[in-house]
């Protein structure tokens, strides 16, 4: 029998492709096909939707074995990612996967990618070995989120000597790569740093090569001939506090060697004193270089899934160029938020607030509250506290409204100042609100970053995120369940990776009628000229948002694609409750079997007898209801609630789709279907 080829996806291979994936079914959760077989038409469509710049199949005496789809990546420009990966049930073991992941690595070093991504799920463990193998890394504290950085150990200047040197560029690198296959996290720490080790060994000579997890770059490396290295002191650091950065080369050779030292911090990072430009390192010596910097106070903490800010340094050893890059997850001295948040209460609340403390100095500090408010409340809170290295504290506060305090979003701007060593630190101020709210009010505010927009009546409460993608949180203030997570979006097909999934989005609010309106805005990178509005509206003392979305056309030309917008439901424990023509379903959901998106209920929305649907939560007393009319698909199911528009954009114009809603509140189908018939 003749052994496999990878080769990249053909048109005719659509039928083959198509009997794949129906034939792999019972190995995936849920399922592949979701009860409706795929069709040569279906699976080329499929390809063709996903965007992948690599589809990539196997081929075995004719047929089609397997698949691996690799396209740009969900946040990251300088990645690429593993969408899809299967071989057929009947060809497992044979090394068929580890030929589609390898080619998918040389993919992406193709298009200059430094790193290839994947996920997995908990189920498919047996899997993690394999992908360990091939240069994965399993990411700590995330479900089964693997890094793999061979694209940028094989093009780095110093690393990629020793490949050329022993004739092991790609793949032949994988069979001296020396690595533990464990079915665990990869938490490996070194010099107190988060890194990721490669290790490679041919001949008697090693290499080895450090990833900083936090900066996701190359941060040392080992070689035959020569070693550099660079680390911090703590990795976590406290803003407004010192620390040393060091370099470290290590000189195996038998001649002294020249060397220069560049660096470039991030804007957030001060370099309070700088390293040597220039030094030389005796041959079989190595010399450390220092140099201290010191974060911003004012620098914003990004979240823990995003890369850290860095130190780039660029060493010069001998005219060969060595790029190294440090993370710096930077953190205020002393963290500062309250409990409970928001804070939400009547005219007339005598109530208890707790101001919580977190520690990321690893000394014991002192620290005094400095606190501001308006006149029209009164707030009273301890101020002063000791806190261990690294813990935890909390000041009792006690918060009293006016009985005729009308709605409104009272400002509470929290600092503390952290004494440590005999120095003060004054923490970036963090602006919360008391939110007074009556029966029929409305607050929309940010709420302690900038980033983080919340509204509210008093029934529901909606959080945006700004800071990437504008997606908004449904919470139902009476039960603090949450409803949904929605307004995720693609243009396309095919639409996904979205680039508004990773963007920032500005929000401007404004009051109207019985409500308030809040405009998202982000403009396209992908397609020029091209802004994305959405458009919600929340209403005092009701249950009911309003969406639309709309665009910004800036180019002299007609445009035309289609949008999704991507809406996810908390429905496991809900009753479904779905008009169809001709019949009213109402029944339990069932975790991945009832209903499967692609199998139980229409896309088409002419298949409804009415366009809404109704989640219920009898536990919570709570429904979500999503309500709409011109759409041109629907997809509901397996959590979803879906809708894609088809856009029609005229040279220079703003133009708006029809609306939609949500519906959180208490009342059932019922009261969902009273309304639809209003709106």
């Keep these: 029998m003749a052994g496999h080829i990878i080769r990249r996806f053909r048109e005719k291979d659509a039928e083959g492709l198509a009997k794949l994936l129906n034939e792999s079914e019972e190995g995936w959760p849920g399922g592949l096909t979701g009860g409706i077989p795929y069709t040569a038409e279906r699976a080329k469509e499929w390809i063709e939707r996903s965007r992948c710049f690599a589809p990539l199949v196997a081929e075995l005496d004719g047929e089609i074995v397997g698949i691996c789809t690799v396209t740009e990546h969900f946040w990251e420009k300088d990645a690429a990612y593993v969408e899809f990966l299967n071989v057929h049930p009947n060809h497992r073991g044979k090394g068929i996967g580890k030929a589609l992941l390898l080619a998918s690595i040389e993919e992406t070093m193709k298009i200059g990618r430094k790193r290839l991504d994947l996920h997995t799920w908990g189920g498919n463990l047996l899997a993690v ?40 560029l790609h793949p032949k690198w994988y069979k001296h790569f020396a690595r533990e296959l464990t079915q665990r996290e990869d938490d490996f720490r070194e010099k107190g740093m988060k890194v990721f080790p490669y290790e490679f060994e041919v001949k008697g000579e090693k290499l080895r090569v450090l990833v900083d997890r936090e900066a996701r770059e190359l941060v040392g490396i080992e070689a035959p001939e020569l070693g550099v290295e660079c680390w911090v002191e703590e990795q976590e650091a406290p803003a407004g506090i010192s620390q040393e950065i060091r370099w470290k080369v290590k000189n195996k050779g038998d001649e002294e060697i020249r060397c220069a ?66 993370g710096v997850r930077i953190k205020q001295p002393v963290r500062v938020t309250i409990d409970p948040f928001p804070f939400s209460c009547w005219p007339g609340t ?38 261990t290295p690294l813990g935890f504290s909390g000041l009792h506060a006690r918060v009293k409204i006016p009985e005729d305090l009308k709605t409104g979003a009272y400002p509470l701007i929290l600092q503390a100042s952290v004494r440590v060593d005999g120095r003060e630190v004054i923490t970036r101020p963090k602006k919360f609100h008391i939110r007074v709210i009556e029966p029929s009010g409305i ?28 997606t908004m949180t449904i919470i139902d203030k009476a039960s603090g369940m949450t409803l949904a997570q929605t307004l995720s979006e693609g243009i396309g097909p095919p639409f996904w990776p979205s680039e508004f999934d990773i963007k920032p989005f500005d929000a401007k609010v404004e009051q109207v009628p019985s409500g308030y309106k ?45 949008l999704q917008s991507r809406n996810w439901v908390q429905f496991w424990r809900s009753i479904y409750n779905i008009p169809i023509r001709g019949k009213f379903i109402r029944f339990p959901a069932i975790e991945g079997d009832f209903p499967y998106w692609e199998r139980d209920l229409p896309k088409d929305p002419i298949e409804f007898q009415e366009r809404w649907v109704c989640f219920e939560f009898p536990q919570e007393e709570v429904s979500l209801g999503v309500l709409w009319d011109e759409v041109e698909e629907n997809e509901f199911g397996g959590g979803r609630a879906n809708f894609i528009f088809d856009v029609k954009l005229k040279p220079f114009s703003i133009t708006w789709l029809k609306p939609f809603y949500f519906y959180a509140g208490p009342g059932g189908w019922r009261r969902v279907r009273e309304i639809w018939r209003e709106i």
């Design 350 to 387: 005598d109530a208890s607030l707790t101001i919580n403390l977190r520690s990321f100095i690893k000394k014991k500090a002192e620290v005094t509250l400095l606190l501001s408010h308006p006149n029209e409340i009164w707030v009273e809170a301890e101020k002063e506290c000791e806190i």
């Design 443 to 470: 607050i929309v505010a940010a709420e302690g970053d900038e980033r983080k927009l919340v509204g509210e009546n008093a029934i529901t409460r909606v959080m945006f995120n700004l800071r990437r993608s504008g």
């Design 261 to 326: 030292l560049f660096i470039q911090p991030d804007p957030e990072i001060k370099i309070v004193k700088p390293p040597k430009n220039s030094f030389r390192v005796p041959p079989h010596m190595e010399v450390e270089i220092k140099a201290i910097f010191e974060p911003d106070v004012m620098a914003e903490e990004k979240p823990e899934d995003e890369r850290s800010n860095k130190i780039s340094s660029n060493l010069i050893i001998e005219g060969l160029l060595i790029p190294l890059t440090v």
């Design 129 to 168: 070995p394999l992908y360990k193998k091939t240069g994965f890394f399993w990411v700590p504290k995330t479900n089964v989120y693997m890094q793999n950085y061979i694209p940028a150990i094989l093009s780095h200047p110093l690393s990629s000597k020793f490949f050329e040197k022993h004739d092991l």
């Design 518 to 562: 809040i405009t998202l805005s982000s403009s396209s990178e992908r397609y020029r000229g091209l802004t994305l509005l959405k458009e919600i509206v929340i209403y005092g003392g009701s249950p009911l948002i309003r969406v639309r979305y709309g665009f910004i056309n800036n180019l002299g030309q007609e445009r035309r694609f289609k």
